[in-house]
């Protein structure tokens, strides 16, 4: 015999109360699939945005290349770009793939179906974090092409924009240090960078500069051997000199004149020069 | 006259989404609006039951920035077709707000959007579209439990101030009340949802038949009694 039917209406109660139930599960996935939403995989090239500042200037060349290797393979490299779309790293794909929509359209719609372009979303907003966004365009930028000593200048005066600076030793509250975050982004050693920094600063205060000339050159190094065969000179001898100390000391005098002598010939032909 | 657009939704399925979302297209129609069925469903129903090609381009293609020629079925009553492209994963990855801006300028009285079942990015696509949403219900506790979900999703959008349905009602489908779920069900639902309106649809086999054999329901019948329930289902919804 069959199961004696139960009250419709309990049946139905239980059912509302655990859609009420079920109603917190929708509302996590809900949120889950917002999330994933906000994490695009793939954008149209007219919703990418360009960045507002440039980092390098766009080498023609190199976007070429690109434009030719997309022709054949497609975007291998997915453009980074921030949670609004802004492009964030990959400034010269971008700009091959405008070149070649534009000059092989055919090319271009079976390269990418629908016009999506492969990206890597990062979540968060550029305009809110400029020095991440400078991070991310510069550690994707790392493995592709050096960085010339003109970028690195450049790069430095978009993180002192960001209250970066550029002293040794601890920076100051609410200031970071420029060289070794810089050194960091582009994969390079802090020395490097400094001394980089360093030889722009001397250029920027004297265009000619004399270390670069010979023969200012020999004249420094010449004020210098005198200065520490001075030094030399005045310290007390050794207990018990070896042969080479000996023979170095007896010939200091002769040598130190002759050092002096030769600072003297370049100094007299430099006023000629002049 | 300001557009009207309006959700039909259920979470469960066969519970007479697409049926009351025709039936009423072909209704409103039939009083001189231009009406406009959008079908969120895959599975491309809509379409077929007014009788025109459910594989034609239509909402996967709109969604996707392309503007779909909508298919006549009968004056005044159009159709954009569902399809498989709808779950793909370009409109997964949609703003729940895109259908709402798609369709923002289109030139019809009155928008019905066909949710699917189960898919609730796609239906949520639907209710916030939407300024009307009628919940379809049988009398089924599992019916009335995707009846409740809805309900539960509608609330939290407005409790959060989004964009979507402001209004809703529950439509119960199919109803017999020789049966005693049938019976039981408006009284049960009006306990437990005090605050919204039930509109019934009884059992009618023309809204079947007419369906089935793809002719818009007034073109079928115009005087059976679905026609009339959706009458009443379309004077609910503009006169509130």
């Excluded at chain 1, 239980?14 to 996590?28: F, G």
């Excluded at chain 1, 991440?132 to 790069?155: C, F, G, H, M, S």
């Excluded at chain 2, 039939?30 to 077929?48: C, E, F, T």
């Amino acid at each position: 015999m069959a199961k004696r039917r139960g009250n419709s209406a309990d049946l139905f109660a239980e059912a509302a109360a655990t859609a009420d139930a079920i109603h917190e599960q929708d509302q996590a996935v809900a949120v889950k699939a917002e999330q994933e939403r906000t994490q695009k995989t793939k954008l149209l090239l007219s919703q990418i945005r360009a960045r507002e500042t440039d980092t390098r200037p766009l080498d023609p060349q190199h976007v070429s290349n690109l434009a030719e290797s997309i022709t054949a393979l497609g975007l291998i490299e997915p453009l980074v770009v921030d949670a609004k779309g802004v492009l964030l790293a990959g400034g010269h794909r971008l700009a091959a793939l405008w070149a070649l929509q534009e000059t092989n359209p055919e090319v271009y719609a079976q390269q990418f179906p629908e016009g999506q372009i492969q990206v890597h979303m990062l979540a968060f907003d550029a305009e809110q974090e400029p020095e991440r966004a400078l991070q991310v365009e510069l550690a994707e930028n790392e493995k592709r092409v050096n960085y010339t000593r003109d970028q690195i200048e450049r790069l430095a005066e978009r993180l002192r924009s960001l209250n970066y600076r550029d002293v040794r030793g601890r920076p100051k509250e609410g200031e970071k240090a420029l060289g070794p975050a810089l050194a960091v982004a582009i994969g390079v050693s802090a020395r490097y960078v400094r001394k980089v920094l360093r030889e722009q600063k001397q250029q920027g205060s004297d265009e000619k500069n004399r270390n670069s000339v010979p023969i200012f050159q020999k004249l420094k190094l010449l004020k210098r051997i005198e200065a520490a065969l001075r030094e030399l000179g005045e310290l007390s001898e050794s207990e018990s000199p070896g042969r080479s100390e000996k023979a170095l000391i007896k010939t200091l005098p002769s040598f130190l004149s002759n050092v002096k002598g030769a600072a003297k010939d370049i100094e007299v032909l430099i006023r000629q020069q002049k | 006259m300001a557009q009207t657009r309006i959700a039909v939704a259920a979470r469960k399925g066969g519970v007479g989404k697409t049926s009351i979302a025709c039936g009423l297209g072909s209704v409103i129609a039939s009083q001189g609006k231009r009406v406009l069925v959008i079908d969120l469903d895959p599975q491309s129903n809509a379409a077929y039951v007014l009788g025109t090609n459910p594989t034609a381009p239509g909402t996967a293609d709109l969604l996707s920035g392309g503007s779909p020629a909508a298919l006549e079925a009968s004056p005044d009553l159009y159709v954009l077709p569902g399809g498989p492209d709808l779950a793909g994963h370009a409109i997964q990855s949609l703003d729940p707000e895109d259908l709402a801006d798609a369709v923002a300028s289109m030139d019809y009285d009155v928008l019905i959007f066909d949710c699917p079942p189960g898919v609730e990015y796609l239906e949520r696509l639907g209710l916030v579209a939407a300024d009307v949403a009628l919940i379809c219900t049988d009398a089924h506790p599992l019916a009335v439990m995707g009846a409740g979900r809805v309900i539960n999703e509608l609330k939290l959008r407005q409790q959060k101030g989004r964009r979507g349905a402001k209004r809703w009602a529950l439509a119960l489908s199919r109803i017999d009340l020789r049966r005693s779920m049938d019976q039981t069900l408006d009284k049960q639902l009006a306990t437990a949802y005090p605050a919204i309106d039930r509109l019934i649809v009884h059992q009618d086999s023309a809204i079947a038949w007419a369906g089935a054999e793809r002719i818009p329901l007034i073109k079928y019948d115009s005087t059976c009694k679905g026609a009339k329930d959706l009458q009443a289902i379309a004077n609910w919804v503009f006169n509130g």
